[in-house]
């Protein structure tokens, strides 16, 4: 990843209160994948989104948007959703590769084939979920998670775990 993308991504991910990983190998990605529990499918391959009874939720993203630290989730995706929005810790994978610079560059990317790309529709997010009362007391976690934690990989990384189908196409290169 750009080191200017980084660097802007860590700026607005501290600023939404979310955590980010950077992994770089198969022993950094196999930590986050058993923090997560993500689960895997008959032929081990990892499932692209879930939600789990312990409260985590994982999903892999379509994309994520640098200048403002949003997530980009697919409804491509079954499950997605419902692990972003009803976990207590929402965990997402992205591949570097995925990280673009504005929300423009990210519609650009999607335009071309939106529907074969992220089902109907698509959903972002910026940091775990808030809200403040009249006194403006901000509270975490009031309409969806707590606690969010991003993970960006390279694509190569997510290639030998998931099933080419549920990777962008940016990462199955």
Do not use: N
């Not at 607005?12 to 529990?37: G, I, K, N, P, Y």
């Not at 009803?86 to 529907?115: I, K, M, N, S």
């Not at 940091?127 to 006194?135: F, L, Q, V, W, Y």
């Amino acid at each position: 990843m750009k080191v200017e993308l980084a660097s802007s991504l860590a700026l607005r991910l501290e600023e939404a209160r979310c955590e980010w990983r950077r992994v770089e190998d198969e022993t950094a990605l196999a930590a986050f994948l058993d923090e997560a529990a993500w689960s895997t499918d008959a032929q081990g391959r990892l499932a692209p989104a879930g939600l789990h009874p312990d409260g985590r939720g994982f999903a892999l993203l379509e994309g994520l948007i640098a200048e403002t630290g949003t997530l980009a989730l697919s409804a491509r995706h079954p499950g997605a959703r419902r692990g972003a929005f009803l976990a207590e810790t929402h965990f997402a994978l992205c591949a570097e590769e995925c990280v673009v610079p504005r929300l423009a560059d990210l519609l650009a990317r999607l335009a071309g084939d939106f529907r074969g790309r992220a089902g109907h529709s698509l959903t972002l997010i910026t940091g775990p979920s808030r809200t403040a009362d009249i006194e403006k007391t901000l509270v975490l976690g009031a309409h969806g998670p707590r606690r969010l934690v991003l993970a960006t990989a390279p694509a190569a990384l997510l290639r030998s775990r998931f099933a080419a189908a549920d990777l962008p196409p940016e990462a199955r290169a």
